[in-house]
């Protein structure tokens, strides 16, 4: 609440939509409500972010970890097509859905240094057999993932309140670490800020396979972004967590890189004049 009221009072690039919803616990009614009607209506969704138990740092072992949040980013996208699936199978990029380049931008932009948490990426769509609301956003193909404690305290979730030998059950607001919560709003903070000044994720992005060469040639769509600078190219290698090379291409839809397409991962990010960047798109191969 205090997110929405802040950033009220600024004017963005692209619109934030703060959303509290029911009927999570009954089966994600309410965000599939949400998404749903996002999806009815064609809405450029971005990225979601649900944050769910996000009220305290400690474990049900008694430790802390106050400067860790957990974000859960799935690989091989719930949308996936049979045949978005073949294309994946066949030139890799599981680690490169859209819920993981969206990871990946908030440890860019709401890493230590800027909010004083670690943002750690979990490779999973949510907990072990568990689930949120950003599920029904990612089964209608938009980029979602879920922030949540270091390690859980299952006696102060879906419990009654109760004592039982001495120990207090239940949800309540003495568990809370409010100077934790405060770090996880500025993630939230710095990760929607960034998302809705940046320009937008570029579209159409492809690498060209007509003709076998060592060279990579990548092509994507211009994005319709006042105050678009340009693009860059990223690339990093097939067994690296992150991309760990940036190339400022300028403005244009198109480049050559002088390297092999088989050997690295490739990407295309928008850049603002002010040098903000998008979440990076992962190209498809085009024949």
């Known amino acids: 609440m205090e997110l929405a009221h802040v950033m009220a009072t600024g004017r963005t690039g692209a619109t934030l939509v703060f959303a509290a919803v029911a009927g999570e616990e009954q089966g994600l009614y309410g965000a599939a409500h949400l998404a749903q009607g996002y999806r009815e209506r ?6 979601m972010f649900t944050n769910d138990i996000v009220g305290s740092s400690t474990a049900d072992d008694g430790s802390r970890d106050p400067h860790t949040l957990r974000l859960f980013a799935e690989e091989v996208p719930t949308s996936e097509t049979p045949q978005e699936g073949e294309v994946r199978r066949s030139v890799g990029g599981k680690n490169d859905s859209t819920s993981r380049q969206l990871a990946r931008f908030v440890q ?5 240094g800027v909010t004083g948490m670690k943002v750690r990426v979990m490779y999973r769509r949510d907990r072990y057999l568990r ?4 599920i029904p956003f990612l089964e209608r193909a938009y980029p979602a993932a879920r922030f949540t404690k270091p390690a859980e305290d299952y006696a102060h979730q879906h419990q009654d309140v109760r004592v039982v030998d001495g120990r207090q059950y239940g949800d309540l607001p003495e568990f809370c670490d409010f100077p934790f919560i405060a770090r996880v709003a ?3 903070g710095a990760a929607l800020w960034s998302l809705a000044q940046a320009p937008g994720t570029p579209r159409g992005a492809r690498i060209l396979t007509a003709a076998l060469t060592n060279e990579t040639e990548l092509v994507w769509e211009r994005g319709p972004e006042p105050d678009l600078a340009g693009y860059e190219v990223v690339w990093r290698e097939t067994t690296a967590a992150r991309w760990t090379h940036a190339r400022l291409v300028g403005d244009t839809t198109r480049h050559t890189v002088d390297l092999s397409k088989d050997n690295v991962f490739f990407g295309v990010r928008a850049v603002s004049r002010a040098g903000l960047r998008s979440p990076v798109a992962f190209p498809t191969p085009q024949r």
């Open 186 to 188: 500025r993630v939230n």
């Open 131 to 134: 689930g949120g609301d950003h």
């Open 42 to 47: 064609q809405a450029d969704v971005q990225g």
């Open 108 to 112: 860019d932009v709401a890493g230590h």
